[in-house]
Nanobody, 121 residues
Framework: QVQLVESGGGLVQPGGSLRLSCAASGFIFSNYVMSWYRQAPGKEREMVALITSGGYTNYVVSVQGRFTISRDNAKNMVYLQMNSLKPEDTAVYYC???????????????WGQGTQVTVSS
């Protein structure tokens, strides 16, 4: 069965750091684009960062220079290193896996259960 399990969330003070992890199983990990999304109360879910199997990355502007996404295809793991955290980073963070098709659409849109990140003094 497909599983994405996030860990590493918690409470941190502004300016602090957290490292989120996502353990993937049940699918061919190296064939999928992996990404981190987040959703704050009352807001739309937004994509924070993505990484392709070959290592291409992209970030939402608000986290550029502070967050780093990485993956280890041998271990089926995805990470999000979050530095210089701000209160506006507070959200539930979700791991996502999706696979592009030749026609431009996406399949295998899998989600983890989420991990809470709270940035507060």
């Amino acid at each position: 069965q497909v599983q994405l399990v996030e860990s590493g969330g918690g409470l941190v003070q502004p300016g602090g750091s957290l490292r989120l992890s996502c353990a993937a199983s049940g699918f061919i990990f190296s064939n999928y684009v992996m990404s981190w999304y987040r959703q704050a109360p009352g807001k739309e879910r937004e994509m924070v960062a993505l990484i392709t199997s070959g290592g291409y990355t992209n970030y939402v502007v608000s986290v550029q220079g502070r967050f780093t996404i990485s993956r280890d295809n041998a271990k089926n793991m995805v990470y999000l290193q979050m530095n210089s955290l701000k209160p506006e980073d507070t959200a539930v963070y979700y791991c996502n896996a999706a696979r592009p098709k030749a026609d431009g659409s996406w399949v295998g849109d899998y989600w983890g259960q989420g991990t809470q990140v709270t940035v507060s003094s």
